[in-house]
């Protein structure tokens, strides 16, 4: 209906074209726990990986089955799935996912974002906390947006405050040997092109 509101975004693809697509993406996501991709492929993309979670935790053999319809490599990823994923959310109500924006991928300058997995092991939020905390001095208490985002990053996350302090003493330990710490490395959903254009100006 014109003017309606958008259900569902269509990519620029047929049905069943995005459908792969976006079971490509989840599959990927959940092998790797953190993806770069466009921005509305990612929020796309989001959705469907935040159902993937929510049967993970009913862990019924129903769930189990839909699961297995979703991803494509379902007997490597399902164990994963199941024993661990579903498990490391059971106290959480939701937003098992976090998309955020980044620069541009690709040469044509499409919007692009990360898609990560939350309170894993690549994410990103706990990792930017512990960086900014471990840039204050020891002594100086953080400030309060500083202590929300602390909040926000241990909440649901098993032995959250423990993990955070052993990444900020990591972190203190690199930059005193003058190493820069480096964020979660992030599988790129596209190849990295490397090319050069001369450029030639008009005599």
Known sequence: MAGGHMKYRALSRKSS??????????????????????????????????????????????????????????????PKIFQRIGPRYAERPGGYTRVLRI????????????????????????????????????????????????????RFRKDGMSELRSMVERMRELNENEHEAKAPYLRPVYPEISFKKDMHYPQ
């Open 17 to 78: 074209h995005r459908q792969a697509l976006l079971r490509n993406l989840v599959t990927s996501l959940f092998k790797h726990e953190a993806i770069s991709t466009t921005w509305h492929k990612a929020k796309e993309a989001q959705r469907l990986a935040e159902k993937v979670v929510t049967l993970a935790k009913k862990n019924t053999e129903a769930s189990r089955r839909r699961v297995e319809q979703i991803l494509y490599t379902p007997h490597e990823i399902m």
């Open 103 to 154: 620069e541009p991928l690709k040469e044509d300058q499409a919007e692009s974002a990360i898609l990560e997995l939350v309170d894993g092991p690549k994410d990103m939020r706990f990792a930017m906390t512990a960086k900014t905390l471990a840039a204050l001095p020891e002594k100086q208490m953080m400030n309060e947006v500083t202590a929300k985002n602390v909040q926000k990053a241990t």
